[in-house]
T-cell receptor, first 112, second 113 residues
Framework: RKEVEQDPGPFNVPEGATVAFNCTYS??????FFWYRQDCRKEPKLLMSVYSSGNEDGRFTAQLNRASQYISLLIRDSKLSDSATYLCVVNIPPGGYNKLIFGAGTRLAVHP | DGGITQSPKYLFRKEGQNVTLSCEQNLNHDAMYWYRQDPGQGLRLIYYSQIVNDFQKGDIAEGYSVSREKKESFPLTVTSAQKNPTAFYLCASSQGDSNEKLFFGSGTQLSVL
């Protein structure tokens, strides 16, 4: 089993739709979780950290389910500009500089 | 503006040649990293450095070398021993022990002629 797994997609949705991505992780001791956004052939950029209680930033909501070992990202009212690949990132304990594991990414395509 | 600068944006390597990718940051970050990204795969860690004059191998260090002579600079050399070097290379930095948020450069696409 991969340490971090994501559905590669693509998810093709119309503007205004709500879309959700899941990411599963294998190490139950993981403590830090992030979603990054990456545009084609560009650098990843931090979208949100994921906290135990769940967190929201505008149209984006991130949630953590420790029991089932997955994190989710919900995007409401999708915009054309949301089209990108979304990377799930999880730390592998004991943590530190070298222990971030990146998922392969989920591609989102928003169409008019 | 503070940030990370990678150069060149595109690089071509001939067989048997060593090439060096540049990474410079002015964020005053202690830690710097090199990742490799292949299509359909997650980023994989090549090397990382927590402090000047010190660096550690990541998961796929074979065929690569680095140096960290200055805090701002962390160049990556792709040696002829790396048999499959075609990939998108990303340099990143982070601030401190407890801060795992990464700031990335814009990447270098390396291809083999």
């Amino acid at each position: 089993r991969k340490e971090v797994e994501q559905d590669p997609g693509p998810f093709n949705v119309p503007e205004g739709a709500t879309v959700a991505f899941n990411c599963t992780y294998s190490n139950s001791a993981s403590q830090s979780f992030f979603w990054y956004r990456q545009d084609c052939r560009k650098e990843p950029k931090l979208l949100m950290s994921v906290y135990s209680s769940g967190n929201e930033d505008g149209r984006f909501t991130a949630q953590l389910n420790r029991a089932s070992q997955y994190i989710s990202l919900l995007i409401r009212d999708s915009k054309l500009s949301d089209s990108a690949t979304y990377l799930c990132v999880v730390n592998i304990p004991p943590g530190g500089y070298n222990k971030l594991i990146f998922g392969a990414g989920t591609r989102l395509a928003v169409h008019p | 503006d503070g940030g990370i600068t990678q150069s060149p944006k595109y690089l071509f390597r001939k067989e048997g040649q060593n090439v060096t990718l540049s990474c410079e940051q002015n964020l005053n970050h202690d830690a710097m990293y090199w990742y490799r990204q292949d299509p359909g795969q997650g980023l994989r860690l090549i090397y990382y450095s927590q402090i000047v004059n010190d660096f550690q191998k990541g998961d796929i260090a074979e065929g690569y070398s680095v140096s960290r002579e200055k805090k701002e600079s962390f160049p990556l050399t792709v040696t002829s021993a790396q048999k499959n070097p075609t990939a998108f290379y990303l340099c990143a930095s982070s601030q401190g022990d407890s801060n795992e948020k990464l700031f990335f450069g814009s990447g270098t696409q390396l291809s083999v002629l």
